[in-house]
């Protein structure tokens, strides 16, 4: 990583700043640290700050009333939370939870100094509306899925997205309900499914994928499911 007091070189979307607004948001942002498992902001808190992720990976995720939790989307080095970007431009408290997965590093830009860069930056106003248009096409597709998409497929993607090339993944049916946005129930027994047809194992906590062929087949089937 650079030096503390140029950070914003760890950032390749920060490139296009000029001079006045780098040094600008230099003298103005604060260094954050969190061990994995904090969490940074929860449902009903104040927006107080906008971060620039430099390192690791913060989960943001959504808690129903009967405790029913999905994950929104993950925030990764050089990427900003889109959740913050609303609450800070609104004024409003958070309606989503934050959580380090790993242990993180960031840059903190207080709401003062947000909203100053804001309105002077036309470079970092860019940086501001890119990185909010991704982040809201991919809550639409996620959407899109948890709303029409087949339990079946969306599992065999979720495997293997989390495989990252490897037999064997840590996660617990729970864990993969979270992601999914679905019931446990639902999970173990799709899980079950796919182990009865021979594409996987199922451990304690782990899962072994014995057919990422097939499983990589039935993440890209556009069957209907009846």
């Not at 993607?157 to 979270?178: D, P």
Request: net charge neutral; hydrophobic share 45%; with cysteine.
């Amino acid at each position: 990583m650079s030096l503390p007091d140029a950070w914003t070189n760890d950032v390749p979307a920060l490139s296009p700043l000029d001079d006045a607004t780098r040094k600008r948001l230099l003298a103005l942002a604060r260094p954050l640290a969190a061990p994995a498992g904090t969490r940074l902001f929860g449902e009903g808190s104040p927006c107080q700050a906008y971060l620039i992720l430099l390192s690791g990976t913060v989960r943001v995720q959504k808690v129903g009333e009967n405790g029913r939790e999905i994950v929104l989307y993950r925030v990764e080095a050089g990427e900003t939370c889109v959740v913050t970007t609303a609450c800070l431009m609104s004024g409003t408290d958070y309606d989503a939870e934050g959580v380090a997965e790993t242990a993180i590093e960031a840059q903190a830009l207080p709401m003062a100094g947000f909203r100053e860069l804001l309105a002077a930056s036309a470079p970092f106003r860019d940086f501001v509306f890119k990185a909010y248009a991704t982040r809201i096409s991919s809550l639409l597709m996620l959407i899109e899925e948890v709303a029409f998409g087949r339990i079946d497929q969306r599992l065999a993607a979720c495997l293997i997205g989390r495989s990252q090339g490897k037999a064997e993944i840590n996660a617990t049916h729970q864990e993969l309900a979270v992601e999914l946005g679905t019931a446990r129930e639902v999970v173990s027994r799709q899980l079950k499914e796919f182990e009865r047809q021979g594409w996987l194992r199922l451990g304690r906590g782990q899962i072994i994928l014995l057919a990422t062929d097939a499983l990589e087949s039935r993440a890209a089937s556009k069957t209907t499911a009846v």
